[in-house]
DNA sequence: CTTAGACGGATTGTCGACAATCTTGTTTTT
DNA sequence: AAAAACAAGATTGTCGACAATCCGTCTAAG
């Protein structure tokens, strides 16, 4: 019915261009708030700005930059009010995706999350500190959720339209916190709810999730904002 | 931050053939699940095929047709499990518009939303079952209030990426029942519970709201689908 | 008779160049 | 001196043509 799927294999030259953009701005690489050049980019990426246009197209679709017609694109910029506002809706959207997933998501599916929270929780005792397998954890455990709502308009918004931006924030404000531990028990409890068929709780605890994540990152962006960035 | 606007006016080529096939594939003028063909639609708005694509790369966005690399678009076909989908997440959404709405609204574009309403009422008394009037009052109201809460991605989604699919879905479903006078009563205690700065409220109201609505044209979808559309 | 492979036609993706528009710095006018 | 008008430069939007890929059909092998 529809593109739902996170890593999509680049078949086409945009494709290329787009995922080496968006890790681009995710990780700073490009400075928030700069101008889009296109023929720089498209002698940077040694391509026509045909297919650069069309990746600058679904950059915009992913609020990585902002465009004006006739005027040029930016790169999107950080802010307190933007992070509110994105993690409000994240918040509601995967709050119903839990609450659909208690009732979408097969046996199978579940027992796979369950094994998978497992085996992660075994590997991060290990590696103590190490988030970048947290983070990978974490976004694996939100996508399979989000997945088990099978509701493919939820998906998209969450998977294509979202996902990159909150990356964004959580990258560029550090989110590597002492949070590490504790996320893993909160998906422990969730993933519970959705076995137990109760909906309704997985969707409060997966806000309750979600609204303990923004606090994480937001006191870094407060005093970012006080330094002038 | 975001261009949030739903009625912009078109400057570029692309922008106008954007809307005209917005309203041609709302409206069934190009057939669910037909071909598009790019050659023959530049021919048909006389323009080449750049700016063509751009037009398609929104449509794609708003959910109107459905892409596949180096395999063309086509329309997308209405479904009772689209349907079920798009409204899952428009309950929530506009209840959370409604919930944001509560705070966020001045007292003026709340007193202005309640004159309009008075307004309408008004009229649909003397035309009584002219929906047209009641269509353009009823999206007007849902507009307001997703622009009442302030949230730019939220409003993003609602009026620029799911808004000409539910108006596909009532368009093509023949939404014109006798719901008319019912629906002023209900905007009339949603934007009262706003008033009232009672977010939790307005949040259930619409909530209802928008089931109703659904409700309203879910069996068109149904027994059409036994016929085999 | 079924299935694998190749060929032809059409469609999409990409390219380089031109035209329209905006930005910036300067000049002119009040 | 401040504001408005203008001009140069650069950038975006659009165009027509070429290259790469896919779909359907036919042929040929098993």
């Given at each position: 019915m529809m593109n739902a799927s996170r890593q999509n294999i680049p078949v086409t030259a945009a494709d290329r261009v787009l995922q080496e953009m968006q890790r681009a701005i995710v990780e700073g690489d490009i400075a928030p708030g700069s101008k889009i050049s296109e023929p720089e980019l498209a002698k940077r990426f040694d391509l026509s700005r045909a297919p650069l246009r069309e990746a600058l197209a679904r950059l915009e679709r992913c609020h990585l930059i902002e465009r004006i017609p006739n005027a040029g694109a930016r790169v999107v910029k950080l802010s307190t009010a933007g992070l509110l506002s994105l993690y409000q809706l994240r918040e509601e959207l995967e709050g119903l995706a839990c609450r659909l997933a208690a009732t979408q998501m097969t046996d199978a599916e579940i027992a796979e999350m369950q094994a998978l929270l497992d085996q992660h929780l075994s590997t991060q005792r290990v590696r103590e500190g190490e988030s970048y397998y947290q983070e990978a954890g974490d976004l694996d455990f939100h996508y399979r959720i989000i997945l088990g709502s099978k509701n493919p308009y939820l998906i998209n918004i969450l998977t294509d339209e979202l996902y990159h931006l909150m990356r964004m924030y959580r990258v560029q404000l550090g989110m590597?916190?002492?949070?590490v531990s504790r996320a893993f028990d909160e998906h422990k409890a969730i993933i519970n709810a959705i076995a137990n068929r109760d909906g309704e709780l997985a969707d409060l605890l997966m806000r309750r999730h979600v609204a303990a994540s923004r606090r994480n990152i937001e006191p870094t962006l407060l005093e970012r904002e006080q330094t002038g960035n």
């Open positions: 590597n916190g002492p949070r």
